[in-house]
């Protein structure tokens, strides 16, 4: 699943070296958190949400045959 939000997020970020992803798992549930260059922001969440929307959607699709719940979070790099 980290592969899969990792193409899809390196699609749309200009500086791919920056973003990093971090899986945390407890029980069920797993929580994949992906950092991201301030520049990417806009360009991975999308106007409106509607690319972040988009690649949740994918990560709950692909998640039913694994029987767990993934949630994304997406954050900004600090400087």
Sequence with gaps: MVDLIKYIVNSF???KEMVEI???VSGKEVTVTVTLD???MGKVIGRQGKIAKAIRTLVHAASLKQNK???LEIKEREA
Aim: a negative charge; hydrophobic letters at 10%.
């Design 38 to 40: 301030p520049e990417d």
């Design 22 to 24: 971090e899986e945390t």
């Design 69 to 71: 719940k993934y949630n």
């Design 13 to 15: 970020a200009d500086k």
